[in-house]
DNA sequence: TTTT
DNA sequence: TTTT
């Protein structure tokens, strides 16, 4: 019986392209870094920074969104699930990894990746360019269109009345 | 295009058993009032406490369970968004309500009631006994088993490995 | 003794400059409202989208920051709490209001990717030109440099580590 | 200059009495190990059960009541940020570490419903029994009076009205 | 290691 | 209207 809530909010910017492969199902799996820098005073005044690296995976849907839409820069906000797993390496040396899962995205500042070289736009989020050939993994069919860039959040109930 | 992010999270204790009604088209509406107080120091040094009531509304499946489990009294978290609506009274008086669009709920505190009268219950959370009559509508057609009251989220994506 | 949680996580853009009042004992008020738009299909297919208006209020330092800071359009995310008041207007007749008290805020997507071109600008967010007259009272006393526009977040204990 | 939101919130189980210790300063550092539990149905439609073990540290005066309130099974609410540390083993390989840290909690499901039958007793929640001799290190010096168990929120500004 |  |  489940007990419990686990969810995290980030808004940060994202540190690489996205690597997006697929299940043999065909389910896209994005995975990004997420950097989230904080500022503190120590005791004497200084000003301390601290940069936190999340890596933050999208499956479905959402993971193909992300990887079209995420890039280099993006500033993003992402809600989720944290998940800690623990695998044996080859060297035969336990790890432990802590991944969160991502169950909602929205990119924000329009024109997210700082780069401004897409004026003309309408809009400020373009795919990415190279997103045909992105990834590490081509997916084996044909991809659906990508839901508007807009709002990622599945919306679960057609019946809900907003 | 969506933009935006409008995200609620409360624990609190419900004021009331809740109001169950259902649309034309056979979709759960609960409703409850849940309290969440907050304590604080003046600067005088006196301890100063607010409640806030929050009007919550399920709706669908989540509606369906809200209106079996919960009970006044009962201690829960919410994640939900704030909608805020207008409407023209009889009186032709403008008037403004904000709710709580519920959509995730979890009890909370095992045997949320208090009143311990359903010992034999393996779990602790029990339906309401009067939840057949309960509310001021009755749902015009068989009501789909509820859930098992353990864990309210909605999973997507059953592709997704957790 | 307290009882809940009241949290409010919003993401949005700000609609109208920020009005800025003080208290007798100096403190800073600033209010914004804050517009969240959510977009779904309905069951025909077609694209709904609804917009809240949030009507967000920060108090002391964070509302100096916020009255310095903010401007009509700003992407802004804010967390606080839900209040809600109460009060008999002129007319005698008891209306209702909802406020989102911020108690943290951070502006979004002013080139986040910090490559930004205008090197030599301390980073992207500048106050209103319009700050010092701004609001719609002044300050009795001279204001405290706000806080670097960086992180509003107040880091309670200074002993913390990060 | 800080950029993000790393935010944590986590309804769940203490799976273990706290581990308190304190800085050379007098600041205590409180550990505990913290459960949620998710099910989701698989393709299957079987039960699919997955618990994450949350490693929580909660600083300074939180950390005090963490130590004196939490015990193994509480259920509680923690609120705070995702911090991931670096550190080699004495045998020489590098590891990896996620922590929680906690920047608000409450404890949840004491008896909700107030109509307890130990009358007399203050509240519902009381410190272990064994808090004196608790954790694997004393603190250095007299304790100063933990805040009530009641809402561990640090409110900042003494001026804000609520 | 928790909880249901 | 809840809860402590």
Redesign the pocket.
């Known amino acids: 019986?489940?007990?419990?809530i686990n969810k995290v909010i980030l808004v940060g910017n994202v540190g690489n392209d996205p690597e997006v492969k697929y299940t043999q199902g065909g389910m896209a799996i994005a995975k990004v870094s997420l950097a989230t820098t904080s500022v503190r005073k120590d005791r004497d005044g200084n000003t301390q920074e601290r940069t936190e690296w999340h890596r933050v995976t999208f499956f479905g849907k959402l993971g193909e969104i992300a990887g079209e839409y995420l890039k280099k820069g993006s500033q993003v906000y992402v809600e989720g699930s944290i998940r800690y797993d623990k695998y044996t390496g080859q060297d035969g040396i336990e790890r432990y990894t802590t991944d969160i899962i991502g169950d909602e995205m929205q990119m924000l500042g329009g024109r997210g990746d700082g780069r401004g070289d897409n004026a003309g736009s309408s809009g400020g989020f373009a795919p990415r360019r190279d997103a045909s050939q992105g990834g590490y993994q081509k997916k084996p069919e044909a991809t659906p269109a990508p839901a508007a860039a807009a709002d990622f959040k599945d919306f679960g109930d057609d019946d809900i009345p907003f």
Chains 1, 2, 3, 4 share one sequence.
């Open positions: 019986m489940a007990r419990g």
